[in-house]
Protein backbone atom coordinates (compact mmCIF):
# COMPACT_ATOMS: atom_id res chain seq x y z
CA UNK A 1 0.00 0.00 0.00
CA UNK A 2 1.14 3.18 -0.69
CA UNK A 3 2.20 5.60 1.88
CA UNK A 4 0.52 9.27 0.48
CA UNK A 5 3.32 11.24 2.09
CA UNK A 6 5.72 9.47 -0.26
CA UNK A 7 3.55 9.63 -3.24
CA UNK A 8 1.31 13.07 -3.13
CA UNK A 9 -1.55 12.74 -5.99
CA UNK A 10 -1.46 16.45 -7.98
CA UNK A 11 -4.92 18.66 -6.90
CA UNK A 12 -6.87 18.37 -9.93
CA UNK A 13 -7.18 22.36 -10.85
CA UNK A 14 -10.30 23.98 -11.32
CA UNK A 15 -9.90 24.25 -14.96
CA UNK A 16 -9.76 20.90 -15.52
CA UNK A 17 -12.99 20.28 -13.28
CA UNK A 18 -14.60 22.66 -15.37
CA UNK A 19 -13.59 20.78 -18.35
CA UNK A 20 -14.23 17.51 -17.14
CA UNK A 21 -17.58 18.97 -15.87
CA UNK A 22 -18.59 20.39 -19.57
CA UNK A 23 -17.54 16.89 -21.25
CA UNK A 24 -19.65 15.11 -18.69
CA UNK A 25 -22.52 17.51 -19.86
CA UNK A 26 -22.47 15.96 -23.46
CA UNK A 27 -24.74 12.94 -24.12
CA UNK A 28 -23.20 9.78 -24.92
CA UNK A 29 -19.48 10.95 -25.14
CA UNK A 30 -20.09 11.63 -21.05
CA UNK A 31 -21.08 7.59 -20.65
CA UNK A 32 -17.59 7.11 -22.78
CA UNK A 33 -15.85 9.37 -21.13
CA UNK A 34 -16.48 8.02 -17.79
CA UNK A 35 -15.64 4.71 -18.63
CA UNK A 36 -12.09 5.76 -19.82
CA UNK A 37 -11.39 8.25 -17.08
CA UNK A 38 -12.25 5.21 -14.38
CA UNK A 39 -10.16 2.25 -15.56
CA UNK A 40 -7.73 4.33 -17.90
CA UNK A 41 -4.08 4.64 -16.89
CA UNK A 42 -2.49 8.12 -16.67
CA UNK A 43 -6.22 9.26 -15.34
CA UNK A 44 -5.89 11.32 -11.62
CA UNK A 45 -6.55 9.22 -8.97
CA UNK A 46 -9.04 12.14 -7.71
CA UNK A 47 -10.75 12.16 -10.82
CA UNK A 48 -10.83 8.30 -11.10
CA UNK A 49 -12.56 7.88 -8.00
CA UNK A 50 -15.17 10.26 -9.22
CA UNK A 51 -15.89 8.89 -12.36
CA UNK A 52 -16.44 5.29 -10.69
CA UNK A 53 -19.08 7.35 -7.84
CA UNK A 54 -20.92 8.78 -11.24
CA UNK A 55 -20.62 5.41 -12.95
CA UNK A 56 -22.28 3.58 -9.66
CA UNK A 57 -25.03 6.42 -9.66
CA UNK A 58 -26.11 5.77 -12.95
CA UNK A 59 -26.22 2.10 -12.11
CA UNK A 60 -28.42 2.59 -9.40
CA UNK A 61 -30.37 5.00 -10.64
CA UNK A 62 -31.14 2.51 -14.13
CA UNK A 63 -31.97 -0.39 -11.80
CA UNK A 64 -34.43 1.95 -9.84
CA UNK A 65 -36.15 3.12 -13.17
CA UNK A 66 -36.87 -0.36 -14.39
CA UNK A 67 -38.31 -1.51 -11.39
CA UNK A 68 -40.65 1.19 -11.33
CA UNK A 69 -41.14 1.21 -14.84
CA UNK A 70 -42.14 -2.72 -14.43
CA UNK A 71 -44.08 -1.88 -11.29
CA UNK A 72 -46.57 1.12 -12.32
CA UNK A 73 -46.54 -0.73 -16.07
CA UNK A 74 -47.68 -3.91 -15.08
CA UNK A 75 -50.82 -1.93 -12.15
CA UNK A 76 -51.38 -0.38 -15.47
CA UNK A 77 -51.82 -3.31 -17.62
CA UNK A 78 -53.80 -4.91 -15.46
CA UNK A 79 -55.88 -2.21 -14.68
CA UNK A 80 -56.70 -2.14 -18.56
CA UNK A 81 -57.32 -5.71 -18.46
CA UNK A 82 -59.84 -5.77 -15.83
CA UNK A 83 -61.27 -2.56 -16.46
CA UNK A 84 -64.86 -1.74 -18.10
CA UNK A 85 -64.86 -2.05 -21.74
CA UNK A 86 -66.51 0.89 -23.32
CA UNK A 87 -65.84 -0.17 -27.15
CA UNK A 88 -67.95 -3.48 -27.07
CA UNK A 89 -70.07 -2.83 -24.68
CA UNK A 90 -71.34 0.89 -25.26
CA UNK A 91 -73.44 2.41 -22.11
CA UNK A 92 -75.73 4.81 -23.58
Same mark, same amino acid.
Given at each position: ?6 ? %? ?6 ? $? +? ?6 ? =? ?9 ? /? +? ?9 ? =?? !? #?? =???? !?? #???? /? &? !?? #? ?6 ? =?? &?? &????? %? $??? $?? %???
Amino acid at each position: MENPENN %PTPVVTTG $D +WIITLLVS =AIPLVNIIMLF /V +WSFGGGTNPNK =AN !W #AK =AILI !WI #AISI /V &L !WV #AILLIFGS =AF &LG &LMESG %P $DFI $DN %PSY
